[in-house]
Nanobody, 125 residues
Framework: QVRLEESGGGLVQTGGSLGLSCAASGRTLIIDVMGWFRQAPGKEREFVASIKWSSRTPYYSDSAKGRFTISRDSAKNTVYLQMNSLKPEDTAVYYC??????????????????WGQGTQVTISS
């Protein structure tokens, strides 16, 4: 079992930046693909980005491309999401999760397991 804990959410103005972290503990040897999702009130959980742990290869949603950067620190078992040029529509609870399949490119939340508790990101206009 892998336990995930997000941190770094907060309130920023439109155009600002925010960095999120997700620390993994437990059976971290099974980590191969980690992802970030978000869920706004009344909306479905949406894929944001994922990363292949071994190669650091990223994969982004169209809304994240060019603005967000996913990275990882294997020594700290931590995945990061740097978000720039933030927009009000980025407001959501952001979650990290583990894809046990180890295959980069899946975007359905059903593919992911070991979810964190989420961190709130609010962008003011």
């Amino acid at each position: 079992q892998v336990r995930l804990e997000e941190s770094g959410g907060g309130l920023v103005q439109t155009g600002g930046s925010l960095g999120l972290s997700c620390a993994a503990s437990g059976r971290t040897l099974i980590i191969d693909v980690m992802g970030w999702f978000r869920q706004a009130p009344g909306k479905e959980r949406e894929f944001v980005a994922s990363i292949k742990w071994s190669s650091r290869t990223p994969y982004y949603s169209d809304s994240a491309k060019g603005r967000f950067t996913i990275s990882r620190d294997s020594a700290k078992n931590t995945v990061y999401l740097q978000m720039n040029s933030l927009k009000p529509e980025d407001t959501a609870v952001y979650y990290c999760a583990l894809d046990p399949s180890g295959t980069l490119g899946y975007t359905s939340p059903r593919r992911f397991a070991s979810w964190g508790q989420g961190t709130q990101v609010t962008i003011s206009s």
